[in-house]
């Protein structure tokens, strides 16, 4: 889940929430807005995401975190996103596996239970000559 929106639409009671396009409220031209005429309240898309703490256009960050699920060097992806520094990658990556790690923190289920085995089987693989995995 990307984010909870469900904040975003408490905005306003007296309308409905909308996306729509507004070049000079934010960097990549969305945001909530309001449809009541009265109210017109408006916030930033990325409010209630965790694209909300980024200073990178939401295309870059979509796509870096496209890329670091498929585990390509920084190098590459500061290159490919055109990204200066690549502290700015190194940086996405970290917080990436922080979200994932409290998600997982968050959802974890206890295995086995009542009439329930759990066999747990432990094995040890080293590195032999010529770098070829083994069992030792």
């Known amino acids: 889940m990307l ?3 469900s904040g ?21 031209g969305l945001m909530w807005r ?4 009265k ?3 408006q916030t930033s898309n990325r409010e209630g995401s965790w694209f909300a703490s980024t200073h990178l256009l939401l ?19 500061s290159r490919e996103l055109s990204i200066g520094g690549e ?3 190194v940086d996405w990556k970290t917080f990436t596996r922080q979200v994932c790690l409290s998600v997982l923190e ?16 432990e094995s040890k693989l080293g ?3 010529y770098y070829k995995g083994r069992r030792v």
């Open 3 to 5: 984010g909870d929106f």
């Open 8 to 28: 975003v639409s408490s905005v306003c009671v007296e309308g409905s929430v909308r996306l729509v396009e507004d070049n000079s409220y934010s960097k990549n």
């Open 34 to 37: 309001c449809s009541n005429r």
């Open 39 to 41: 109210c017109n309240k």
């Open 59 to 77: 295309e870059q960050a979509q796509k870096l975190t496209y890329y670091w699920v498929f585990e390509l060097p920084g190098d590459v992806i």
């Open 87 to 89: 502290h700015t990658v």
């Open 106 to 121: 968050a959802s974890i289920e206890q295995i086995g239970g009542l009439g329930k085995f759990v066999e747990i089987d």
């Open 127 to 129: 590195k032999k000559k």
